[in-house]
T-cell receptor, first 116, second 113 residues
């Protein structure tokens, strides 16, 4: 079946504009995660969803970042008033559920965001 | 928060060589994972380790979960050109932010010119 998909694959925007990044998880996966990868760095956890709820938003870098998930499927990460330091690859992952061992997170290809 | 130190940051390989990389943490994890990321792609899981002391192989890859639960290593034997890429270790602590992954900084594997 299809893997995790993300759109757009690339986004160039001007400083101060809002952007929306979309993630389509693997069908049936209840857990969804957003990570950010700055150039040459490892991945930084942003937020996770169990179903439609996001119990922990503490990983979001600032209040300009928000995320939602509807219908237990598609998720949107929104960055308002973008800044140049927001430039990064934003990766989405999904897993079948929020259990303990064995719940592999499957990653999408990412959205490459460049803020000019 | 937890920090993962991954080393080396980069390495050059020659076909046929064995390579090794490792990660250490300031605190324990329940699970250690190793991912590989190719350019323009998301990370792909290579090996997952669930028990302290566990040694697991996947083809030419071997990884171990340290006894203290604070470290792990990955070995690649008889490297081939397609082993080039960035390798990430990741730790997982159950019930911490939905089993989020904490990643090391990556080891960039390059081919010797």
């Amino acid at each position: 079946g299809a893997g995790v998909s993300q759109s757009p694959s690339n986004k160039v925007t001007e400083k101060g504009k809002d952007v929306e990044l979309r993630c389509d998880p693997i069908s049936g996966h209840t857990a969804l995660y957003w990570y950010r990868q700055s150039l040459g760095q490892g991945l930084e956890f942003l937020i996770y969803f169990q179903g439609n709820s996001a119990p922990d938003k503490s990983g979001l870098p600032s209040d300009r970042f928000s995320a939602e998930r509807t219908g237990g499927s598609v998720s949107t990460l929104t960055i308002q008033r973008t800044q140049q330091e927001d430039s990064a690859v934003y990766l989405c992952a999904s897993s079948p559920r929020l259990a303990g061992a064995g719940e592999t997170q499957y990653f999408g290809p990412g959205t490459r965001l460049l803020v000019l | 928060g937890q920090q993962l130190n991954q080393s080396p940051q980069s390495m050059f390989i020659q076909e046929g060589e064995d390579v090794s990389m490792n990660c250490t943490s300031s605190s324990i994890f329940n699970t250690w994972l190793w991912y590989k990321q190719d350019p323009g792609e998301g990370p792909v899981l290579l090996i997952a380790l669930y028990k302290a002391g566990e040694l697991t192989s996947n083809g030419r890859l071997t990884a171990q979960f340290g006894i203290t639960r604070k470290d792990s290593f990955l070995n690649i034997s008889a490297s081939i050109p397609s082993d080039v890429g960035i390798y990430f270790c990741a730790g997982q602590l159950y019930k911490a932010a939905g089993n989020k992954l904490t990643f090391g900084g990556g080891t960039r594997v390059l081919v010797k010119p």
